[in-house]
């Protein structure tokens, strides 16, 4: 006997309202702009036949006639189970929905967590031998929020990404909580291309629904780096996107992420923008990024100049020198000297790093004994001592 499992339809006339529940159901979901829609997709695709279906049926449903063809669809498919949501859920519209046999009818609206869980009470009611997964629960972190970490520079191939990218993978391995890494440089954001994902959904996904983002939502948005476990929320598909996104949209994003990840580090452009700038406001710590030339010197120093008109505290600032064994006469205590600011990291020169991330794998997996992995190893001692949490397993 083949093992069937269950689809999931959102059928939905809003887009806006559509693309939520979609998102709010995960990959595995099918959305549809009316009933008829869904019945002539599963009636001329046969190999979807016979398959058991969950059908969401949206607010739009719910105040239509006949739910919108959903009466109809319900008694002619003995396969569908169907959930309806309702933007106002009377008595007379939960008993009129479910002697019609509609399995759920729940409030709009609807939390990511309970929706996911009528889905999957329906698909069990419908005896799908493989009922969809609900997804994992996250634990809120115990009344705190997770610690923010910003990477930046005001000089462009500094070296952020890398720092990000390592740095995040490496506190996930750490880290029994889940820890995530934005890629907040949203015009040219490389993140996902160095951790080799190829991702479903980026911070775009969350535009529709900024006001109403919950955990399970925000959680559906994010890829996982298979060998790290490591959260990523990309940065959009196209440059254009970028202007779509505004700093509340990001603070709301960020919030809902620090609700459940023990660290959210955030990669950055080299330039400040109101962006950045609300994300160098909201951040626990940011690490400044420089190479070892005089333009990044020159920058960084603008840089700091900048911060500190805008009121940063230095003391989340912790300067970070790049390739820094590099034989460029300008040594360490000359640069310090210059920007007026400590190194607390010193990441050496190594071509491991160019290596890696042509591979798609951070330099800390990929080469973990080379100087530049021990040293991104030290940076994340400082927030996540090794020696304390322990190493987690691999997933
Ligand atoms: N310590 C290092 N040793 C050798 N190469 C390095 C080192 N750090 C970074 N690189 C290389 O420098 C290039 C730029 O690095 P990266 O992408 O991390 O910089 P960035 O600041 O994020 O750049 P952008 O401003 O374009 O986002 C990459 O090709 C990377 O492999
Ligand atoms: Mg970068």
Do not use: W
């Amino acid at each position: 006997m083949t093992v069937t499992s269950t689809r999931i339809a959102v059928v939905e006339a809003d887009p806006a309202a559509r693309s939520r529940l979609a998102m709010q159901l995960g990959d595995q979901v099918a959305d549809y702009r009316s009933v008829e829609a869904f019945s002539s997709s599963s009636s001329s695709s046969s190999s979807l036949d016979g398959r058991p279906t969950v059908v969401v049926l949206g607010p739009s449903c719910a105040v239509a006639p006949g739910l919108g063809g959903g009466e109809d669809l319900i008694h002619q498919r003995r396969d569908v189970g169907a959930i309806l949501i309702a933007e106002e859920l009377t008595t007379d519209l939960f008993q009129r929905a479910l002697r019609t046999g509609v399995r759920d009818v729940l409030a709009a609206p609807v939390d990511t967590a309970q929706l996911n869980e009528a889905v999957h009470r329906v698909a069990s009611s419908l005896g799908a031998a493989a009922a969809p997964a609900a997804p994992d629960p996250v634990e809120p972190l115990d009344g705190e929020l997770g610690r923010m970490i910003t990477v930046f520079s005001p000089k462009g191939g500094a070296g952020k990404s890398t720092v990000a990218t390592n740095l995040a993978v490496s506190l996930a391995l750490r880290s029994e909580k889940p820890v995530v890494l934005v890629d907040a440089d949203f015009q040219f954001g490389d993140v996902a291309v160095m951790l080799k994902l190829a991702p479903k959904h980026t911070i775009v996904d969350a535009l529709g629904a900024i006001d109403r983002l919950d955990v399970g939502m925000v959680q559906n948005l994010l890829a996982t780096h298979p060998p790290s476990g490591l959260r990523v929320l990309p940065a959009p598909l196209e440059p254009a996107y970028s202007d779509r996104i505004t700093p509340s949209d990001l603070t709301a994003v960020l919030g809902v992420l620090r609700t459940f990840c023990a660290f959210v580090v955030v990669d950055t452009p080299s330039y400040f923008d109101d962006k950045v700038i609300s994300i160098i406001d909201q951040t626990d710590d940011l690490l400044l990024v420089a190479g070892m030339d005089i333009p990044n010197i020159k920058n960084v120093k603008i840089g700091l100049q900048t911060m500190r008109l805008l009121g940063t505290p230095m003391s989340k600032v912790h300067l970070v020198l790049n390739r820094s064994n590099s034989k460029v006469r300008l040594d360490v205590s000359e640069v310090e000297r210059t920007l007026q600011v400590k190194a607390e990291s010193l990441i050496p020169s190594d071509v491991v790093v160019p290596q890696s991330v042509n591979r798609g794998t951070p330099v800390v997996l990929e080469s973990p004994k080379s100087g530049v992995a021990r040293a991104l190893e030290a940076l994340a001692d400082r927030f996540a001592p090794a020696a304390v949490s322990g190493r987690k397993k691999r997933r």
